[in-house]
């Protein structure tokens, strides 16, 4: 009996550690059922100011279509137009920012600017999107990335990720650490 006491209590403390580790980002989610507005409010529990571009948290796969096609997938499904920050893109001008894309010329998402000890709120229109469904809230991450183009032959985009870890721009630190969704999941209106 004494012999599996130990091993209990290993498996346990190892438990508890890891449900207890820090995520340097919380994202709470909710949803406007009436304007099918996703909102995202982003914490920064961390005492440095993050730039953040990774997660792009712009896609988002059902739960169902998820589990079908296993995370080795790298085609997630686009179910939100972003409602853009005009305050994210002056800033990222204004400071010159050199991140992974080049966000002067394309269409696309500009990374997000969070200070340190602070919360910001992001909004998603929810469009072409099934009713009912569960959408799984959680975005690529700086290790994903990484990961995902240690199988590609992307070198350049590779060291120019790389080189994120130690860039800054302003006093904004360039995110690259670990986030946590609360809820994970959420049904769609």
């Known amino acids: 009996m004494k012999k599996y006491i130990a091993p209990l209590l290993l498996f346990i403390f190892t438990s508890i550690l890891i449900s207890c580790e820090k995520k340097d980002l919380k994202i709470y989610a909710s949803i406007n059922k009436k304007d099918s507005i996703l909102i995202l409010k982003i914490e920064n529990t961390t005492e440095k100011d993050f730039l953040i571009e990774i997660p792009t948290l712009e896609n988002f796969f059902y739960e169902d279509e ?113 986030i946590k969704f609360y809820p994970d999941k959420i049904i769609l209106p």
Do not use: W
């Open 66 to 178: 998820f589990n079908e096609i296993g995370p080795e997938y790298f085609g997630p499904l686009t179910l939100l137009i972003m409602k853009k920050d005009s305050s994210d893109i002056k800033k990222y001008i204004a400071l010159k920012c050199e991140g992974i894309e080049d966000h002067h010329t394309l269409n696309t998402n500009y990374p997000k600017f969070i200070d340190k000890k602070s919360s910001r709120k992001y909004y998603y229109k929810l469009v072409g999107y099934k009713s009912g469904r569960t959408i799984l809230l959680k975005d690529d991450n700086f290790k994903t990335v990484i990961h995902n183009l240690n199988i590609s032959v992307n070198d350049k985009r590779k060291e120019k990720l790389m080189k994120l870890k130690d860039q800054t721009c302003g006093n904004y630190t360039y995110f690259t650490g670990s």
